[in-house]
């Protein structure tokens, strides 16, 4: 039956995909997808890796967003709870859990929830029409096989977009498979994220694609070092994600024109990648630190970067209990905090009976 069941999961995520791999879903990166959240971190250890990494494997549910391959043993039984808080009045809530059956084998549970707050609302003539809310959530369900040093995941999910009470659905899935070295500590990961279709737009608009992606890459602990170092390339279905602005202000030429942006080869590559350290100060401790090229490329300001892709967090797991926080900076006006809290139930209630 576990056969069976990740068969089940892994099809359904197979068909999304082959959907999203259409004419329509090779635009430009950046404007013209649809769900966009989607590719937001969930959790504070994803974000602190650079919000991209499809192969740090541990006991952290919110790594099945990243990479439904990750699912594993040391999850079972784990629940975790994360919160967001971005600029102004936007804040993102995740919960996630893991659990092991006889029947279906392992599976994971998640859910993730953003809210935008409270718009106001005018007509043609700017009358006000008081306030109206604007949210967005998805709902899934992971499933993962595991066979020699390889585990092979799923992970289905619907994703909805609701503004003032008008809704738009989404049928998304998430596949991957990780790799885990037999007596080293490294592991590299593969992963096709957002895959799927939007099959009920908003009323009097069109479908639009899913921002689909595809991530590799390989974490690695040297050993007698303290230190986990992770790599992942993401939008590799994609080479240029390279964004000109036309109202860049670039040298003049000799008749007093200005020079067009022009493209570069070694920066286009670089947006396509994370990096990220983990400094291991024993099991219940970690500092960790990410950065983040396209981002920061994206969301620098014209005279100063302010720090745009970095970010930072810590791990520590204290009585049962492991928090996370990150501090991701968006760009000088503002950053994210990323809050974590992870328990794991089935020793929780062991220890009441």
């Known amino acids: 039956m576990k056969h069976f069941c990740a068969g089940r999961v892994a099809g359904l995520g197979l068909f999304w995909m ?10 430009q990166l950046g404007g013209g997808k649809v769900f966009p959240f989607l590719d937001l971190p969930t959790g504070a250890q994803q974000a602190a890796l650079g919000g991209h990494n499809v192969s740090n494997r541990n006991d952290d549910p919110t790594m099945l967003f990243a990479n439904p391959a990750l699912l594993n043993a040391d999850m079972d039984g784990r629940l975790a709870l994360s919160y967001v808080s971005y600029l102004a009045d936007i804040k993102q809530s995740t919960a996630a859990y893991v659990f092991n059956t006889q029947k279906y084998g392992r599976l994971g549970v ?7 707050g409270s718009l106001e609302s005018y007509d043609a003539a700017g009358n006000s029409l008081g306030t109206f809310g604007v949210n967005e959530y998805t709902l899934g369900v992971s499933d993962s096989y595991t066979t020699g040093n390889y585990t092979f995941g799923a992970t289905t999910k619907l994703a909805v977009s609701s503004i003032a009470g008008n809704r738009s659905f989404a049928g998304v899935a998430d596949v991957g498979v990780v790799f885990k070295h037999p007596t080293q500590d490294f592991t590299a990961g593969l992963a096709v994220k957002n895959a799927g279709l939007q099959f009920s737009p908003y009323p009097g608009t069109r479908r639009g694609p899913l921002p689909l992606d595809v991530q590799l890459g390989a974490t690695i602990k040297p050993e007698h070092m303290p230190l986990r170092f992770s790599l992942t390339a993401h939008h590799l279905h994609q080479w240029d994600i390279q964004y000109l602005d036309p109202n860049q202000r670039t040298p003049l030429n000799a008749d007093t024109t200005r020079k067009q942006p022009g493209r570069s080869f070694g920066d286009n590559l670089a947006r396509h990648f994370t990096v990220s350290a983990a400094l291991v100060l024993g099991k219940g401790l970690q500092l960790r630190a990410g950065y983040n090229h396209l981002q920061r490329r994206e969301l620098r300001l014209e005279n100063t970067g302010g720090g745009a892709g970095l970010s930072f967090g810590v791990m520590l797991k204290l009585a049962g209990f492991q928090i996370d926080y990150t501090h991701a900076t968006l760009q000088a006006a503002g950053s994210s905090e990323y809050f974590t809290l992870a328990r794991n139930l089935d020793s929780l209630f062991k220890k009441k009976e």
């Open 18 to 27: 082959a959907t999203a791999l259409s004419p329509a879903a090779a635009q």
């Open 110 to 116: 998640g859910i993730t929830y953003l809210n935008y």
